[in-house]
């Protein structure tokens, strides 16, 4: 089975989606990974769903990526009397560390980094941006703030605070019992939210390990100052654009998701974009024009995947859904000016034999007219050198490690397909690459494929040999160069 896309379509599981049935049609649509949202999902539910996608995955025999999404820290404001009030703009407005009752000048704040962190000058959002205030004085047990936009403020609402650095780790008590249940599951993906330090990604590194990938959550501006260093620590990158967007100002986000898009791909990291590309379809069976154009966008820059919300977890037309998506990706690779907007941007390979061997391999395969891209891969990272110079066929990660196989689902271009063992000499690996991609389709008789792996064999990190083969009509090789 394969993809007529390289974009790859995420989708989070939830109640419109969850049954066996439904994620079965859902990946029949188009979708190469799953998200469990933590925020929402218990442990029992979590389990059942990484067994229902694993039982989808076997029966279709075609790898499926599943992705854990931590909820992190969340702040909340206390209550007000009556569960509500009115804040009125040019009032001041008190939070502070008692547990009182609030009304219209003051609230708790049970948060005491905040007290300790935020300083005069510095902006409050709250209510996902919809009051906003400026602080006028701080101290460890009360800051007094003045109010720039008012309106009406509800009990137990979100507070936001795009200046302030707060010294407190992404992984809560909660996030730690999630982390160890989702590790034990072995799901793929650990998407990491409020990410302010690439140190941030380290700290959670020493637990994670190897044993799945780091996608951040790209939602803060203390993560933009700082993003060099995310991405040098990441595996992967989501840029959260619903959150980005009420915590900076809103028309800095396109440029932004562009920025974070490059600096991914030149690094050769999958990037996701993510949040309210097809909003109106939680409700509508069709989205809006400029939701078609948002999705169409970020295809254009190469992004490596895009991602469904609430569109599949809690929509009425989760199926739709993926399905316009899929046709809005088909559509926009098809069309006459997407290689030269996907290349208009390149960088350089960096000065390793690996990314030698990765972008000769688009070069000679372009110049041959070969019609596909075989690696062998133990970690992954040989597929995804090549996949990071966005090659204009279609491209195959063969490898002999199951979690690897899922891992790559998220890659632009990548179709991963599990061996059962290693290749036992160079010979046998061209012969087998020739086989697996003449019998899924990518390559016709008469015509060739391109095979990259590593001497001596079955070593990660030894990318060094190319090879070309042509085969004949039973997919056996007939030529090697």
Not at 43 to 68: F, K, M
Not at 141 to 168: F, M, N, Q, W
Not at 216 to 223: C, F, L, S
């Amino acid at each position: 089975m394969r993809r007529n896309r390289r974009v790859k379509l995420v989708a989070t599981i939830g109640p419109a989606s969850q049954s066996l049935d439904m994620l079965g049609k859902l990946f029949d649509a188009g979708v190469d990974v799953f998200r469990m949202n933590m925020s929402h999902a218990s442990h029992d539910l979590a389990a059942e769903l990484h067994g229902r996608v694993r039982e989808i995955s076997e029966r279709r025999g075609y790898p499926i990526g599943l992705l854990g999404d931590l909820q992190g820290p969340k702040f909340r404001l206390g209550a007000f009397e009556g569960e509500r009030a009115e804040l009125t703009a040019g009032a001041e407005f008190t939070f502070e560390n008692d547990d009182g009752v609030g009304n219209s000048k003051r609230v708790h704040l049970p948060h005491p980094q905040i007290f300790n962190a935020v300083e005069r000058g510095h902006t409050l959002l709250l209510d996902d941006g919809k009051l906003r205030m400026r602080v006028k004085d701080a101290s460890p047990d009360r800051i007094v703030a003045e109010v720039v936009v008012g309106g009406p403020l509800a009990s137990r609402k979100g507070i936001s605070l795009p200046d302030t650095l707060l010294p407190i780790s992404p992984l809560t008590e909660k996030d730690h019992r999630d982390l160890a249940f989702l590790l034990g599951l072995e799901v793929d993906w650990i998407a990491l939210s409020f990410v302010q330090r690439g140190q941030d990604v380290l700290e959670a590194r020493e637990i994670i390990g190897d044993r799945a990938a780091i996608m951040v959550k790209v939602e803060k501006p203390q993560a933009i100052d700082d993003l060099n260093a995310i991405i040098a620590a990441a595996d992967g990158f989501m840029v959260a654009r619903g959150d980005l967007g009420v915590e900076m100002p809103i028309e800095q986000v396109p440029g932004l998701q562009k920025k974070i898009t490059r600096k991914a791909r030149a690094a050769g990291k999958p990037v996701v974009v993510a949040t309210q590309m097809l909003e109106s379809m939680i409700e509508s069976p069709v989205p809006t024009r400029a939701e078609v154009s948002d999705v169409a966008t970020a295809v254009f820059e190469g992004a490596d995947a895009v991602m469904l919300s609430a569109e599949s977890a809690v929509g009425k037309y989760p199926v739709e859904a993926i399905e316009m998506m899929d046709r809005i990706a088909i559509e926009v690779e098809n069309d006459r000016g997407y290689e030269a907007i996907l290349y208009a941007w390149q960088t350089e390979p960096l000065p390793t034999p690996a990314d030698a061997i990765a972008a000769a391999a688009h070069a000679i395969a372009d110049t041959v007219q070969l019609a596909a891209i075989v690696c062998y891969t133990a970690t992954g990272s040989t597929a995804l050198r090549v996949a990071r110079e966005r090659p204009g066929l279609p491209v195959m990660g063969l490898t002999p490690i199951a979690a690897t196989a899922h891992r790559l689902t998220v890659v632009w271009g990548l179709h991963s397909v599990v061996l059962e063992k290693d290749p036992v000499s160079v010979t046998d690996m061209v012969r087998r690459a020739c086989l697996i991609a003449f019998d899924q389709g990518f390559v016709k008789a008469g015509e060739g494929i391109l095979v990259t792996g590593g001497v001596p064999l079955g070593q990660s990190g030894t990318t060094n040999m190319i090879r070309i083969a042509f085969v004949n009509d039973k997919g056996e090789p007939v030529g090697l160069g």
